[in-house]
């Protein structure tokens, strides 16, 4: 590198530390979707660091809404709020004047969700916000296995899927959004029942989408349509049911037989704030359900 | 002050700055791109004492920024990231003295090595969501906000790190 005016220990401690980083990335690396020999070490970090970042949301909550405020001074704010309040009132317009019998199914489960009698919620906040420079759309909540949080839980808001638990400490749990590249979910177009898949693209602002691919080829979603989850199979991490999005752009490629469509979330991923835990369907945790138990 | 003390004084550093990093400047991202704290910590070490010491600070937080919640992502990445920023920083300021311009310039290519390591590592094993496009999407917004965060953050931390041991050896 440099001509050696360093100490020959600095290269030496260089050289360890290195070495140190490359054993723990080989360690995690290798043990992939099972449990690795750091994950005892994360689950410590994560005791220690949970309860400061929960403290450090609400303490500083007031320094945190600044930019909002500033989006909001001048006649814009006005304006944004009509609009957003008009944008709510037809959209909700529009859920209700779709509605049919299959609908009207999918309305009753998010209902059931609403006031918790069918499926247990656990609140929780987000205290936590992983970094575009990590390239995972991950979030921290402030709810763990202490409150009965488990991995491949479904965590919604009043708006709809929001993702599914991952990890959890005592206190905390991460939650991989729907809109993480490494996300692919189960969903039905609320108008025709038909299945497909939702991948997320990784971008967390407003504008960010899910791609829809049917399974049928024959059949094409329809721009306005409403996508709901499915639910998976074997315990696996949706409970189905919940709204996801809208589908507001439909392409075909003649090289593919298939059609994909962009779905827009219902969920501001941006602003996420308050969210719920799925525990428990009519009493059962969600996995005894997938697997009919 | 003994070493331990010391040692504590910079644990508590780094836990607040990762602390900082997730839980507060979240809100004030550009296109998700949160303000990398904890390399303007180990960027400052690498100012006041040098390569070495700049490698173990660059450690110890990369390490913390890798289990902290929610990272997901393998372990050591950022840790590997911060010990080549620290040593490269240390050994560019032992070229030079500390001027204004000069730090900019070493934050900036500090922020540029540290996430292009990163991302490189992530390309490496294959990680979900890293891609050539993305990294280079997410690449200038955080060395444009590491730079602009240098005038606030650097200072109160090359004082914070000269108040715990006088730069005598360095």
């Known amino acids: 590198m440099r001509p050696s005016f360093e100490p020959r220990k600095s290269r030496a401690g260089l050289g360890l530390l290195l070495l140190a980083c490359v054993t723990i990335i080989t360690l995690d690396a290798r043990h992939g979707e099972q449990s690795s020999p750091v994950d005892p070490l994360r689950t410590a970090v994560g005791t220690v660091l949970g309860p400061t970042e929960r403290a450090a949301t609400s303490l500083l909550r007031p320094v945190t809404s600044i930019p909002e405020y500033f989006g909001h001074v001048d006649e814009l704010r006005d304006a944004n709020r009509e609009l957003a309040a008009d944008n709510a009132a037809l959209v909700s317009q529009l859920r ?34 992983g970094p575009a420079q990590s390239f995972s759309r991950a979030v921290t909540i402030d709810a763990g296995s202490h409150d009965g949080v488990m991995p491949d839980l479904t965590v919604v808001n009043a708006d709809g899927l929001v993702g599914r638990v991952v990890s959890v400490t ?124 | 002050m003994t070493t331990y003390v010391r040692g504590a004084i910079i644990a508590v550093l780094i836990v607040a700055t990762v602390t900082l990093q997730v839980s507060v400047f979240s809100h004030f991202s550009i296109n998700g791109v949160v303000p990398d704290l904890a390399l303007l910590v180990v960027i400052a070490a690498a100012l006041v004492r040098g390569p070495n010491y700049a490698a173990l600070v660059g450690f110890a937080a990369g390490l913390v920024l890798d289990l902290a919640p929610p990272a997901d992502h393998t372990a050591g990445r950022w840790a590997l990231s911060f010990v080549l920023v620290g040593y490269l920083t240390g050994l560019a300021k032992a070229d030079s003295d500390t001027t204004v311009p000069g730090t900019l310039l070493m934050v900036a290519a500090g922020a540029f090595i540290g996430t292009s390591v990163f991302a490189l590592t992530g390309l490496v094993l294959r990680e979900p969501g890293v891609d050539v496009a993305s990294a280079l999407e997410v690449l200038p917004v955080a060395v444009g906000y590491d730079v602009l965060l240098t005038p606030l953050v650097i200072p109160l931390v090359l004082l914070l790190f000269r108040r715990l041991e006088p730069a005598e050896r360095w």
Do not use: C, K, M
Request: proline residues 4%; aromatic residues 4%.
């Open chain 1, 96 to 129: 209700a004047a779709d509605a049919n019998a299959i609908r009207d199914d999918a309305v009753a489960g998010i209902a059931r969700l609403a006031d918790t009698s069918g499926y247990d919620v656990v609140g929780a906040q987000v205290i936590g916000t």
């Open chain 1, 170 to 293: 005592t206190q905390t749990a991460t939650v991989l959004l729907i809109i993480d590249n490494d996300s692919t979910i189960g969903g039905r177009l609320g108008d025709s029942t038909e299945l497909g898949f939702l991948a997320g693209d990784g971008s967390l602002d407003g504008d960010g989408t899910l791609e829809l691919s049917l399974v049928d080829h024959t059949e094409s979603p329809v721009e306005g349509d409403d996508v709901l989850s499915w639910g998976s199979r074997g315990g696996a991490p949706y409970i189905a049911g919940v709204p996801i999005g809208e589908v507001v752009d439909v392409r075909s490629s003649p090289a593919e037989l298939t059609e994909t469509a962009a779905v827009d979330p219902f969920v501001d991923f941006s602003s996420l704030d308050v969210v719920g835990v799925v525990t428990a369907v009519d009493g059962r945790p969600p996995a005894d359900q997938a697997v009919g138990r």
